[in-house]
């Protein structure tokens, strides 16, 4: 049940409410191996527009679908985590790191390959965001950069 559908309000859009929802749906939907755990931390008061929101869920979507799909070869391990921060970085601009703990990327130089592609840039220039891969020890981490309001907002 989505709670966002209920509010008139499609401008201020809770977005700690709406990604927690959206991972519990996602579990519900995805047939998620028995180890995978999503971590969700978003700052409490950032609320955000629907045209943000949208091509932000797809995004998560994507990436933690190839997360899913490719970073954990041992489905049965009981720590296999995808752990998602959004928190605003100053004006007007906020923060989503997504990682996850399995394998990585052998080569991070290829990162258009990895990146599922052309849906991740597409959704990104969208939003008016940069993304980008991070380093890390183990695992994939995507860190994505966004405006927290469009400047082209729906009325």
């Not at 978003?42 to 990436?63: A, C, G, K, Q, R």
């Not at 720590?79 to 080569?107: F, L, P, Q, S």
């Not at 990162?111 to 891969?133: A, F």
């Amino acid at each position: 049940e989505i709670k966002t559908y209920n509010s008139q309000d499609f401008k201020n859009i809770n977005l700690k409410d709406y990604m927690l929802d959206h991972d519990e749906q996602m579990m519900n939907v995805v047939d998620l191996p028995k180890g995978i755990k999503f971590e969700t931390s978003v700052d409490e008061n950032l609320e955000l527009s629907i045209e943000v929101i949208t091509p932000l869920l797809l995004i998560i979507d994507e990436i933690t679908i190839n997360a899913i799909k490719h970073a954990f070869p041992d489905k049965t391990s009981p720590n296999n985590k995808i752990t998602k921060t959004v928190r605003c970085i100053g004006n007007n601009t906020a923060e989503m790191i997504i990682k996850d703990n399995g394998v990585g990327i052998k080569d991070s130089s290829d990162i258009n390959q990895n990146l599922g592609c052309e849906i991740i840039k597409s959704l990104t220039k969208q939003l008016g965001g940069k993304i980008s891969l991070i380093t890390q020890e183990t695992g994939t981490a995507y860190k994505l950069v966004f405006p927290i309001e469009m400047e082209h907002t729906i009325e």
